[in-house]
């Protein structure tokens, strides 16, 4: 149980291009998604959390315009990248709260999406 | 946001040799969350603990809810060269937010 999907796992764009990226929470339901970008050797760092039926909540430094975030259900949140740039190249990965006895207490993660921009 | 002090930063290892990281906070949690990232991949979810003074093991693997609620240990028993990979701690304070530390790389030497 408790397994998150992400799609696609790569992908490469053009500059000037917008990529979306899907997180689904395959077997529960998930009221908050988070958003994560990684870069090598580093640890996660959030980009804005999710909330199903309402507008994502973007930490300090994160452009609500450009990491579009939409949960739209209880088992899937997408992040598009609009208007990419090579410095958007990055490591994405989504986590999901939720799916154990601690339902509220635990985050599980998704795979990954590999975005190279040239 | 806040990143929790986790330690070491890097271990080199000797197969068969125990492993023993950590995590620390200036404030409390309710939960401490120990993941394992191999590259290219999400992190995966090792333990989970709830409870201060909680002692879990999974395996190999045994982690610690510290009794003050600042910290968290976690120790790895007779490693194997697939324990290779980065180990993250995360912390859910009572305002319900997560803070992840600045993982540990481990390398296994066979």
């Known amino acids: 149980g408790a397994v998150v999907s992400q799609h696609p796992s790569w992908v490469i764009c053009k500059s000037g291009t917008s990529v979306k990226i899907e997180c689904r929470s395959l077997d529960f339901q998930a009221t908050t998604m988070f958003w994560y970008r990684q870069f090598p050797k580093q640890s996660l760092m959030l980009m804005a959390t999710s909330n199903e039926g309402s507008k994502a909540t973007y930490e300090q430094g994160v452009e609500k315009d450009k990491f579009l975030i939409n949960h739209a259900s209880l088992t899937l949140s997408t992040l598009t990248v609009t208007s990419a740039h090579p410095e958007d190249s990055s490591f994405y990965i989504c986590?999901?709260?939720?799916?154990?006895?601690?339902?509220?207490?635990?985050?599980?993660f998704g795979p990954g999406t590999r975005l190279t921009v040239l | 946001g806040q990143q929790l002090n986790q330690s070491p930063q890097s271990m080199f290892i000797q197969e068969g040799e125990d492993v023993s990281m950590n995590c620390t906070s200036s404030s409390i949690f309710n939960t401490w969350l120990w993941y394992k990232q191999d590259p290219g991949e999400g992190p995966v979810l090792l333990i989970a603990l709830y409870k201060a003074g909680e002692l879990t093991s999974n395996g190999r693997l045994t982690a610690q809810f510290g009794i003050t609620r600042k910290d968290s240990f976690l120790n790895i028993s007779a490693s194997i060269p697939s324990d290779v990979g980065i180990y993250f701690c995360?912390?859910?304070?009572?305002?319900?937010?997560?803070?992840f530390g600045t993982g540990t790389s481990l390398t296994v030497i066979p």
């Open positions: 986590s999901a709260r939720g799916g154990t006895r601690r339902s509220t207490d635990t985050q599980y």
């Open positions: 995360a912390g859910q304070n009572p305002g319900n937010q997560f803070y």
